[in-house]
């Protein structure tokens, strides 16, 4: 996945319930993104953080959590307040000044 | 606010053509300009990039164009092939680890 991994690759969520979503790098970049998309549509910004311990809200954070206690790593949690979750989910990262390495993406979708 | 406007939004040209897409963006910070390129069911790549100090690059059959004044960019693929066929999408970064995406092409190349 050219330095960046998501897991798992398919997800399947139950009405009411938490799921994580994994995303680790090994390209020592400092920032890490996660982006939401819908089928046909363009990316949109759930979280982002540009170091550890910290991150900031995107376009559409409500229903979503992170957090960034390691540099390798940005998990993204969907909580059961995001009502439409199925979604394509797109983890990336880069160094400032520099294009994006995005990883290979998880498909959520709600059973 | 902040916005890039992509255009056009669907683009079907015939295999060995030329393809043009183009973006507007609205920050004057903006210094870096990356596209990305996204296959079906596939994490966007980039694809290339431009810089403000430069007005033209080019990577074999792909090249990228940037007007500063105008604050026009664009994607440029020549003797397009049947696995050109994708969705692209342009972004604007005006500094620091912020990213602006365009909402995406799609471009069909027909055999």
């Known amino acids: 996945d050219g330095g960046i991994t998501q897991s798992p690759k398919y997800l399947f969520r139950k009405e009411g319930q938490n799921v994580t979503l994994s995303c680790e790098q090994n390209?020592?970049?400092?920032?890490m993104y996660w982006y939401r998309q819908d089928p046909g549509q363009g990316l949109r910004l759930i979280y982002y953080s540009q170091i550890v311990n910290d991150f900031q809200k995107g376009d559409i954070a409500e229903g979503y959590s992170v957090s960034r206690e390691k540099k390798e790593s940005f998990p993204l949690t969907v909580t059961s307040a995001q009502k439409n979750p199925t979604a394509f989910y797109l983890c990336a990262s880069r160094d400032q000044g520099y294009g994006y390495t995005f990883g290979s993406g998880t498909r959520l979708t709600v059973v | 606010g902040e916005n890039v406007e992509q255009h056009p939004s669907t683009l079907s040209v015939q295999e060995g053509d030329s393809a043009v897409i183009k973006c507007t963006y609205s920050d004057s910070a903006s210094n870096y300009f990356p596209w990305y390129k996204q296959e079906l069911g596939k994490r966007p790549q980039l694809i290339i990039d431009?810089?403000?100090?430069?007005g033209e690059k080019k990577d074999q059959r792909i090249a990228v164009t940037l007007n500063k004044t105008a604050k026009h960019f664009s994607l440029h693929i020549t003797e397009t092939q049947p696995e050109d066929s994708a969705v692209y999408f342009c972004a604007a970064a005006p500094g620091g680890f912020k990213t602006i995406f365009g909402a995406g092409t799609r471009l069909f190349v027909k055999a």
């Open positions: 431009i810089r403000s100090n430069v």
């Open positions: 390209l020592n970049h400092d920032a």
